[in-house]
């Protein structure tokens, strides 16, 4: 029997959370775990796993929500800066779409994400890839998730 949704459980109520916003659609609220205080999760209501399951009409409003509260956390706790992101699948801790809102400051010692890089070894193959993600890009139908 597959494990219960943590946020489903917490969109439903039926588990506690530090909420921020609640609406038709969407649940904000801070993450248990935060990498600092003021960390925010943001997660649609219908239980999706990734960006690309939400429904592309939802897609708007569910980023118009992040940039307010991008604003509303750096705003609140003072922060200069702030780290928004989306994991798909791999380090995805609840298998139900959630963006992160995590408040930033110069020197805070987070440097886990956008290490080891791996450069292309030429310029060449640099193109290669580019050339084979804008032809797939090209071949998906703009409204897959509707």
């Given amino acids: 029997m597959p494990k219960p949704c943590a946020f489903c459980a917490i969109v439903a109520g039926d588990?506690?959370?530090?909420e921020v916003h609640r609406d038709e659609d969407t649940v904000a609220f801070l993450d248990v775990k935060p990498v600092f205080p003021g960390h925010v999760l943001l997660v649609p209501r219908q239980h999706v796993t990734t960006l690309a399951d939400l429904p592309a009409a939802r897609?708007?409003?569910?980023?118009a929500l992040a940039q307010r509260l991008e604003r509303a956390v750096e705003s609140t706790m003072d922060a200069p800066g702030s780290l928004v992101l989306i994991n798909n699948v791999v380090s995805q801790s609840v298998p139900h779409l959630h963006l992160h809102v995590i408040p930033r400051r110069p020197k805070d010692g987070l440097r886990f994400f956008l290490g080891p890089r791996h450069p292309y070894p030429d310029t060449d193959e640099a193109e290669a890839v580019a050339q084979r993600i804008g032809?797939?890009?090209r071949d998906l139908p703009e409204d897959e998730t509707d």
């Fill in 59 to 63: 897609v708007p409003a569910f980023f």
């Fill in 135 to 137: 032809a797939t890009l």
């Fill in 15 to 18: 588990a506690p959370a530090h």
